[in-house]
């Protein structure tokens, strides 16, 4: 008994031991627990509510003195400033005009988060820059040639329900005729589509309120299809066009052999925007040169600012594309170049087309959030015109014409469609909307901003008066577009407006002649005549269009690819893609495949072996899977510069028509070993490849 | 043989006595039961974390240790460690990952053994659990002290990283990264378990040693039972 006791209680002691040491581990780990629970949370630095004490007004004071800035500047800079570390609350899909790209821009904070690359290749995105049967230089060719700009235009996030969705943008090139489609996930180009009909557009890129179509409209009338006629035959043969690009959503890509276009009068279409709510199914679109002047100031004609100008009234387009998409679908469509087009005597017969008349030679036409109103500014007429979807459809439906136009479209009559018309000032060119029944529209010549009231059912969401001119805020200067928070959808925010000043003039250093735009942020928040200017922001590339501002936290943007071999023109793994291992170079006659990986710090191989005259098909997958470790790949004098962003894969083929040592090196500052990051291309001269045996294998580089 | 056997599973309880005092023989059985439970669950838990902060990590690293398994940014971790020459995570403590679960099953089996075997040997079968959590520990030292020692001479940043040894616990640093170390539920789970086992068997004594001693009494022979 007594044994057996002391067996027992030996046998304690020694489980005791063993638990002693274990609940002193967790002792201490206990308290640190206690600061450091689970995973640390990183507080994110809490927000007092400011009270300044006396000493600090004095501070603030004093610095706003020294720097000679009144109560507004401070409420300005604090109502725009954005701590380091703090995002946006919207972001800004800007034009880049003729630097072919798109802008993205933080709002209210109006910093540059980054351009993307569109219609022009850009070396820094790596977009262009791939060798030989670059997939971006096929897709920027036209009949064969490579168009290596673009005029981005206007910029159009898809819409869901009239909302944007934040899944993709697409943006038209005016000088081209082309539209873009990039996808938000990764903010790059995937597709651009060449308008087969016509050489340059304006119309792009607008589209319905569940992204089913993108609207491409044209403006510089031309034979359609790339053809020729004499200037002297223009109302004969010359001729507008609306293109319907149909979207694939799940493809993310347009799918071409569903989309059709509309053959116009050679009446030059401008703008365009498409119905929503009481107007979904119809699309509108203005018209400056209902003349059809042709110009020619050199034989003594008048020139084309005047004949185009000459009438009081031009022709706002009524497309029920919805019809239009019906008569597609029963193959009443005539091909023209390869491309389907519904021809104007179609249109007419089918009813799918109608005119309203718009004063005079007018720019935009914007559909008010609920589709009540369509709002075309005059340009050249100081007065907004707002039409009515229940007038034009009543008008349509009555028959109310007030005649035909040369090509028997008809004519609806304006007083029966029109539903108001507001005297704003001088060259209205573009309106928005806010969340309080205002309407904002730029005035050119004015250099203002226009805030008025809309009526209808907007009618005492704010203190004004309906159909009136509010306020205007002068802005500098000859603003163009204009852009509210998610202004041109079925639900605006109000808060800010963008106004994209044209010129800039004295607001910023002398840059040289050539002087950058303005984008310069208003505070709509407050209604009536309170519209302040907050900030002036330079953009010193390229001539930008039109912008659309999103909230932020709609996007749903990837940190890295999804995958390690992710290629983004596919938006798909790769199975070509290298992985760890399968690196090397393996040669078939004169041509070479390179298998490559690239992570922080080391290419494997580090040394590629070829001949001259080969041709090289190199293949190169970022094997990286953290945010912001990005790498560049390039090879001086073959043109040749990547972007491999984590995760990314991709194909490049050049001929090594020059022997030599190429240092290759990765571009994009990627680590402490970064300038180590590099290696050699070892390009044999001719004399020697008959030395090395055709069709051997060349053995692959370890890797370090 | 049979009676050898006999004395190892020690005294059955008598019918008539455990319907009398049914708690007092039910009550180990229930604890080392729930002893068992928490082994088994421990393995879904992260037994241990490191987190590693550094500048240019505003999100931090993670690395979390299942009994079985690495996760968090073992890639990403991987790739620094190759600047001061550790060797990759996977190569630390493979043979104990790859049989970890099946040591938890055996060490779960062994404790319900140990609730049918009513003599005092039925201790050593629940020794592996409560001793394993200072096992893991002991193991984590090990492998961490290697890991850090053990640095390639040749690597890129062995000048300015020297073999260092990594901080299990608590707060540590090695770089521009400090790093943080806890313990997981996982492994307080398995703490939980032994402690357990170890109440589990003051009950477990108290309802059959004295059977025991009444069955070394009628069968002396066997002494020591």
């Known amino acids: 008994m007594k044994r057996s006791i002391r067996h027992l209680a030996g046998r304690a002691a020694a489980c005791t031991l063993l638990l002693g040491l274990a609940a002193m581990e967790v002792a201490s780990s206990t308290a640190l627990a206690q600061d450091q629970p689970g995973r640390r949370r990183r507080t994110t630095q809490e927000v007092k509510p400011l009270e300044l004490t006396p000493e600090q007004v004095a501070r603030l004071t004093k610095v706003a003195n020294d720097r000679k800035l009144n109560l507004d500047d401070l409420l300005a800079a604090t109502k725009t400033y954005m701590p380091s570390g703090r995002h946006d609350e919207y972001v800004l899909f800007s034009s880049g005009g003729q630097s072919g790209q798109v802008f993205a821009i933080g709002v209210p904070s109006m910093r540059l988060l980054r351009s993307i690359a569109v219609f022009t290749p850009e070396s820094w995105q790596g977009y262009g820059f791939a060798g030989e049967n670059d997939p971006i230089h096929k897709q920027l060719e036209i009949n064969g040639k490579p168009v290596l700009w673009g005029d981005t235009h206007h910029p159009a996030l898809s819409e869901t329900g009239g909302e944007y969705d934040g899944q993709f943008l697409f943006i038209g090139d005016k000088a081209n005729a082309r539209v873009a489609v990039i996808d938000l996930r990764d903010w790059e180009t995937k597709q651009i589509v060449k308008n087969p009909l016509t050489v340059s557009d304006h119309g792009a890129a607008f589209v319905t309120p569940n992204t089913d179509y993108v609207i491409e409209g044209g403006q510089y009338a031309t034979v359609l299809g790339y053809g020729y006629a004499p200037p002297e035959e223009y109302k004969k043969s010359y001729r507008g066009m609306v293109t319907l690009w149909k ?458 | 043989m049979a009676g050898f056997i006999h004395s190892l599973l020690g005294p059955r309880v008598p019918t008539e006595e455990l319907a009398r005092r049914r708690a007092r023989y039910l009550t180990p059985t229930l604890i080392l039961m729930a002893a068992r439970v928490l082994l088994l669950l421990s393995v879904f838990l992260p037994y241990w974390h490191m987190e590693l902060e550094a500048p240019q990590y505003p999100k931090g690293l993670y690395l979390t240790a299942y009994v079985n398994y690495l996760a968090g940014d073992v890639k990403e971790i991987d790739g620094l460690n190759h600047y001061i020459g550790m060797r990759p995570l996977h190569q630390a403590a493979s043979f104990e990952r790859s049989v970890a679960v099946w040591a938890i099953v055996a060490m779960f089996l062994l404790v319900e053994g140990a609730a049918f075997v009513h003599s005092k040997w039925a201790v050593l079968l629940a020794l592996p659990a409560v001793s394993f959590p200072a096992g893991f520990l002991l193991d984590l030292k090990f492998w961490m002290t290697s890991f850090g020692q053990n640095l390639d001479p040749s690597a890129p940043l062995s000048a300015s990283v020297k073999p260092f040894t990594p901080t299990v616990l608590g707060e540590g640093g090695i770089g521009q990264f400090r790093t943080y170390a806890e313990l997981g539920n996982g492994f307080y789970l398995a703490i939980g378990c032994a402690l357990l086992t170890i109440v589990g068997f003051y009950f477990h004594r108290r309802a059959y040693k004295p059977l025991a001693d009444a069955m070394r009494g009628a069968t002396p022979a066997l002494g020591g039972v």
């Open chain 1, 247 to 704: 979207f694939d959503r799940a493809k993310g890509r347009f799918d071409v052999n569903n989309s059709f276009a509309m053959e116009l009068p050679p009446y030059w279409q401008d703008l365009a925007d498409a119905g929503k709510g009481p107007s979904d199914g119809f699309f509108f679109i203005n018209s400056f040169n209902a003349e059809m002047a042709s110009g020619g100031v050199e034989k003594g004609n008048p020139p084309f600012e005047a004949g185009v100008s000459k009438r009081d009234m031009d022709y706002l387009h009524i497309v029920d594309w919805k019809k239009a998409e019906a008569a597609f679908k029963a193959g009443k469509a005539k091909k023209i170049n390869g491309f389907p087009v519904l021809m104007l005597e179609t249109s007419v017969a089918e009813g799918l087309l109608y005119f309203a008349p718009e004063p005079k030679s007018p720019h935009g036409v914007d559909v008010s959030p609920n589709g009540q109103f369509m709002v075309v500014a005059g340009k050249l007429d100081p007065h907004v015109t707002v039409y009515s979807i229940d007038r034009i459809k009543k008008a349509i439906a009555n028959k109310t014409y007030s005649g035909h136009d040369d090509y028997g479209v008809p004519i609806l009559d304006f007083d029966a469609v029109k539903e108001a018309q507001v005297e704003l000032g001088l060259g209205p060119l573009h309106t928005q909307f806010d969340n309080k029944g205002y309407a904002y529209t730029s005035l050119f010549l004015d250099s203002a901003v226009a805030r008025w009231t809309l009526g209808g059912e907007y009618a005492g969401k704010n203190p004004d008066q309906p159909w009136k001119l509010v306020t205007k805020t002068s802005v500098q200067y000859n603003i163009g577009h204009l852009c509210a928070a998610e202004g041109d959808t079925v639900s605006p925010d109000g808060n800010y407006l963008i106004s994209m000043s044209k010129w800039s003039v004295d607001r910023f250093l002398p840059t040289g002649p050539l002087l950058p735009q303005n984008f310069q942020l208003l505070d709509i928040v407050e209604p009536g005549t309170t519209m302040p200017v907050l900030y002036d922001s330079p953009i010193g590339v390229g001539e930008p269009h039109y912008c659309q501002m999103i909230k932020a936290d709609k996007l749903k943007t990837w940190t890295v690819y999804p995958e390690v071999g992710w290629n983004p023109h596919e938006q798909r793994l790769d199975p070509r893609s290298p992985t760890k291992g399968s690196e090397g170079v393996t040669r078939e006659g004169s041509r070479v495949l390179v298998n490559m990986t690239a992570i922080r710090s080391h290419f494997t191989p580090e040394h590629v072996e070829i001949m001259e005259g080969d041709t090289v098909t190199w293949r190169i997958v970022a094997m990286e899977t953290t945010q912001d470790a990005t790498h560049g790949f390039c090879i001086g004098g073959y043109n040749i510069n990547l972007s491999l962003e984590p995760g990314e894969f991709t194909e490049f083929t050049f001929t090594a028509d020059r022997a030599g040592t190429y240092p290759f090196y990765c571009t994009e500052f990627c680590s402490a070993l970064h300038l180590e990051m590099m290696g050699y291309l070892h390009v044999k001269p001719r004399q020697g490849a008959q030395a090395s045996p055709e069709g051997g294998v060349q053995a692959a580089s370890a890797e370090k």
